[in-house]
């Protein structure tokens, strides 16, 4: 099994979420699910899934389109639902 940190997903780039991270777990298919195990920040103690597939291609890095389902510890817990496009090697 393969770790992966989720920090360039765009919906973490506004202002709220604003260096918060997702810490997730998985292995790298050309599509699948990952689980959601931690966060930072406004992500604090985060648990879901995150369902990708590749979206794209370049020479030497695939472009996953990410569908995120979380809960996270801000008082009380709530659902963030997001895509976005992250690029792995």
Not at 11 to 26: A, N, P
Not at 33 to 50: F, N, Q, Y
Not at 58 to 84: K, M, W
């Amino acid at each position: 099994m393969h770790g992966a940190s989720v920090d360039n997903n765009p919906c973490l780039l506004c202002d709220r979420f604003s260096g918060s991270t997702l810490q997730v777990m998985g292995v790298l298919p050309p599509e699948g699910e990952w689980a959601v195990v931690g966060g930072t920040g406004e992500l604090a103690l985060a648990r879901g899934t995150i369902k990708h597939r590749i979206a794209g291609s370049a020479p030497e890095t695939n472009f996953r389109q990410l569908d995120i389902h979380a809960f996270y510890a801000n008082g009380s817990a709530t659902c963030v639902g997001s895509a976005a496009v992250i690029a792995t090697k």
